[in-house]
């Protein structure tokens, strides 16, 4: 029997209702608080933060084995946040070391190739220093800063051929600070050729050399600064830049008026740093220590990306009426405070998929399979989190061809796949470890129960319905995944939604429209656009 009339107008009647409610109720607690509160809307573009991975390997042969390394340390300039070590059977302790942190990793009867692994964030800034004009040298400093002046090991500061390259360089017996360490840097830039030279260079071999790498021409720097007395100091550190590299750098700080005013000889930065320079250790050190007498290699990993800004996330943190006070619940259970963006994206990955599947007319695996993996991807990267995925679906759903040949009930068959599943997994981020491919690794992250539902559904779609529609609905779902990662990757959205919470109600009005879509699909209208096109004729 047919409903009343009354019955469909009184439910189009509350339909438009709600939708209006998801619409205005977020539009006016935004205007409020914008308006009012006066929320940082500029603060909310991300900023560049870098994801540094530390990886060392070792090879034991029953030996007590030791390996070190200085960690990055939070300063005015840079911002280091999200450390996390793994180093499996090797024993961690950080250690102060002057103004420097170093981190000592121990294990006895070591085996085997072992490895360390040590990741952290880091958002450094971009600075740079003006130099009073006729600023005099100092006669005099207090003793702290003694170690800055006097000579050391490879800072040959009192040596006759330093002191009269200085000489023809400098040649005022009363320079002012600009003037002497604008002609040093220019002289060792200019004048010295640059060579990559992995081995250690003193300053005076980088002197008669007349050609040096970063720390040659850092510790000329330091001699000829000190030689004027100008506290020097070296600096050594990382240029990041996305990708894999084992080379670090260094340049050199000078005091002046108050401040430790970088020079990168090397790189042509007079008084200022760049924002994609990591400090990791102040003084002549070296930066990696191990036992003798072993195989020992290391390598960084860096990936470059956009966080929200701190200055952000601690104003939103203060006001009750957005998600960023979470943060604090979320630390207290010791769960990241990436899951809660993770959570707040979801629902963004969902309305891509429904667009996806209702707009468009794609068929995927799953309802919202594409916007869980693209979530999971996150951490592996897109292309890695699709590779991941299509060899889980493709080695699990041959599995699962052999257990229908073997005709076994459906609940053991599902647990088999789940340890299939599993397995696959395992040894997936075991051997991406072992090749470095860490992001790889991160696939262990992807959620185990629906991959294994996938699997079965991919072997079913392909017995039932041929492997050529299987494949089909393979690469479809990789480009809706593909949608809703690029969705639920944008920080700005992110930023936006973390300050506006109630955003999300405006999801839940568009998924309201598209619940009464009636529309024709893009596909649809693709595949019958000449008979449209010909009854439009």
């Known amino acids: 029997m047919a409903q009343p009339k009354s019955s469909f107008e009184f439910r189009a009647t509350a339909l438009s209702a709600l939708l209006a409610l998801m619409i205005l109720l977020p539009a006016g607690m935004i205007t409020y608080k914008l308006q009012v509160l006066g929320y940082p809307l500029s603060d909310l573009i991300p900023t560049v933060s870098y994801h540094v991975d530390v990886g060392m390997q070792v090879d034991g042969h029953g030996n007590n084995i030791r390996l070190r390394t200085y960690l990055p340390a939070t300063d005015s300039r840079q911002t280091v946040s999200e450390e996390q070590n793994g180093s499996g059977l090797f024993s961690l302790a950080v250690q102060p070391d002057g103004d420097n942190r170093i981190a000592v990793w121990t294990a006895e009867n070591v085996t085997g190739t072992q490895s360390v692994r040590y990741s952290y964030s880091v958002q450094p800034t971009h600075v740079r220093y003006v130099i009073p004009e006729g600023l005099p040298i100092p006669a005099s400093y207090p003793p702290a800063f003694d170690p800055y002046l006097q000579e050391e090991e490879g800072v040959q500061v009192s040596n006759p051929q330093i002191r009269e390259r200085l000489r023809q360089i400098v040649p005022e017996e009363n320079p002012t600070v600009g003037e002497a360490l604008i002609r040093i840097h220019r002289h060792l830039q200019d004048d010295f050729a640059n060579r990559n030279f992995s081995g250690y260079t003193d300053a005076l071999t980088a002197l008669k050399l007349g050609e040096a790498s970063c720390n040659g021409k850092s510790r000329l720097f330091v001699a000829m600064?000190?030689?004027?007395?100008?506290?020097?100091?070296?600096?050594?550190?990382?240029?990041?830049?996305?990708?894999?590299?084992?080379?670090?750098?260094?340049?050199?700080?000078?005091?002046?008026?108050?401040?430790?005013?970088?020079?990168?000889?090397?790189?042509?930065?007079?008084?200022?740093?760049?924002?994609?320079?990591?400090?990791?250790?102040?003084?002549?050190?070296?930066?990696?220590?191990?036992?003798?007498?072993?195989?020992?290699?290391?390598?960084?990993?860096?990936?470059?990306?956009?966080?929200p800004q701190a200055s952000a996330e601690r104003a939103l943190s203060e006001s009750s009426l957005n998600a960023a006070n979470l943060y604090t619940v979320f630390d207290r259970i010791g769960i990241s405070q990436n899951l809660l963006k993770i959570m707040l994206m979801i629902p963004f990955g969902a309305l891509v998929v429904v667009i996806f599947r209702n707009v468009i007319g794609l068929e995927t695996f799953g309802t919202f399979l594409p916007a869980l993996i693209a979530a999971a991807a996150r951490e592996t990267g897109l292309w890695w989190g699709m590779f991941a995925f299509v060899v889980i679906i493709l080695v699990s759903s041959l599995v699962r061809r052999v257990l229908d040949w073997m005709q076994l009930l459906h609940s053991p068959k599902m647990a088999i796949m789940l340890t299939v599943v599993v397995c696959v997994m395992l040894m997936m981020t075991v051997g991406s470890v072992h090749l470095g491919l860490l992001d790889l690794a991160h696939a262990s992250l992807f959620p185990i129960a629906i991959l294994a539902i996938t699997a079965e559904r991919f072997a079913l779609i392909e017995v039932e319905q041929g492997t050529q529609k299987a494949f089909r609905i393979m690469f479809t779902t990789l480009i809706v995944i593909a949608a809703c990662y690029v969705v639920m990757d944008s920080l700005f959205l992110q930023s936006m939604t973390l300050a506006f919470p109630e955003v999300l109600l405006l999801v839940i009005a568009l998924n309201l429209w598209l619940g009464k879509w009636i529309g024709m699909r893009v596909t649809e209208f693709v595949r019958f656009r000449r008979l449209i096109f010909k009854e439009q004729a």
């Open 225 to 307: 600064a000190r030689q004027l007395n100008l506290p020097a100091r070296l600096v050594g550190g990382l240029i990041l830049t996305s990708g894999s590299k084992r080379t670090s750098h260094q340049w050199v700080e000078v005091y002046i008026n108050g401040h430790w005013v970088p020079f990168d000889t090397l790189n042509d930065h007079l008084a200022e740093l760049p924002a994609n320079y990591l400090t990791l250790y102040k003084g002549d050190k070296v930066l990696f220590g191990h036992t003798a007498d072993v195989n020992f290699d290391y390598f960084f990993k860096i990936k470059k990306r956009l966080v």
